[in-house]
Structures are given as C-alpha cells and as structure tokens.
C-alpha cells in the first residue's frame, strides 16, 4: 500500500486565518522568545501577536514559495512554509517597527525582533560582528534592548541558546 503521508498545497486568501491559527496554536508555544514570555497564557498578548502574524502571513501569500502541508485524511495543517519577496521586505521592517501594541510581553518580543532585523543589514552585521563571511548567530544576551536584564530566558535542555539569522542575497 502507498499511501502519501502528507500533501503540500500553495497558500491562498481564503486560508489566511487558518494559517494564523495554526501559528499561534503551535508557534507561540514552541519558539524559545514566545514560549519564554508566556504568551500562550495571556488572551490579550495572543491577540496583539495574532495582528503581527496576520500581516507577516498576508504579505508572504504574494510568493509562489509560500505553501501548507497537510494530513492527507484529516485535511488539517501539519506545517507552514512561509517565504516573502524581497522586495517587501523593506515594507515589513517599517512595520515591524511602527506597531504599538500594548501589552508588554508582545512589545518585549518585537523590541528583539527589530534587534534581529537590525542585525540583518549584512554590511551593519560584518561590520559589528568582524566576519568575513554572511552568517552568523544573534544571540539574545547580547541583545542591548529596552531591558538590560529582559523577562526572556531560554529553558534548559535547550540544545540551542541562539536565535540564528543566515544572511542570504537571492538573484
């Protein structure tokens, strides 16, 4: 019997909301910051992030690499492939930088994201960094944000104690 475990599909408007969902039901629990911050506790911060995910989900329907993958029997989203044209990507800093949500612990985690997405300018990066190739980690003790000591610990046994950018130029 060959039987397709799964079933990769592309992504449209009409599945935008179940790909939200589907992040804040799994990604808010697992990604180290996220799960750190406690944000699957708080209705409040689960809304406040499910607007930056949204709008993160919404730009990447424009790219043809953007896909689900689903359980072939129970129609539901086992994984997400999110991808974004480069040519938005300016277009999602600015955002990035210009939301004002409320509650702290969502302010907590984009005051680290726009630490990131600083550190992805690849000229600011090797500059910083002296490296002499484009990758590399960013680590968040050494981020230098709103809070010198930040409510963000990893927990143990985390393999790793790093948020890993890699710099990549696509032609």
């Known amino acids: 019997m060959n039987r ?3 079933q990769v599909e592309s992504v449209k408007e009409s599945n935008l909301e179940e790909i939200v969902q589907f992040l804040i039901d799994n990604f808010a629990q697992t990604e180290a910051i996220l799960a750190s911050l406690k944000m699957d506790e708080d209705q ?8 930056m995910i949204r709008d993160l989900v919404q730009d990447s329907l424009q790219c043809s690499s953007t896909c689900v993958i689903r359980d072939p029997d129970t ?3 086992d994984g997400i492939a999110v991808a974004c044209k480069t040519s938005i990507f300016d277009k999602q800093i600015d955002r990035l930088c210009a939301y004002e949500f409320e509650q702290q ?9 726009k630490y990131v997405f600083n550190k992805l300018d690849v000229m600011y990066y090797l500059n910083e960094a002296r490296l002499s190739k484009p990758f590399a980690a960013v680590r968040y003790d050494a981020f230098k944000g709103e809070h010198l000591r930040p409510p963000i ?4 046994p985390e393999k790793f104690t790093s948020v890993y950018a890699m710099l990549a130029k696509f032609q």
Not at 153 to 156: C, F, H, L, N
């Open 44 to 51: 409040k911060c689960l809304k406040e992030l499910s607007v």
């Open 153 to 156: 610990v990893m927990q143990a």
């Open 75 to 77: 129609r539901k989203i």
């Open 105 to 113: 612990p969502v302010r907590d985690a984009v005051e680290f994201l």
């Open 4 to 6: 397709q475990l799964f």
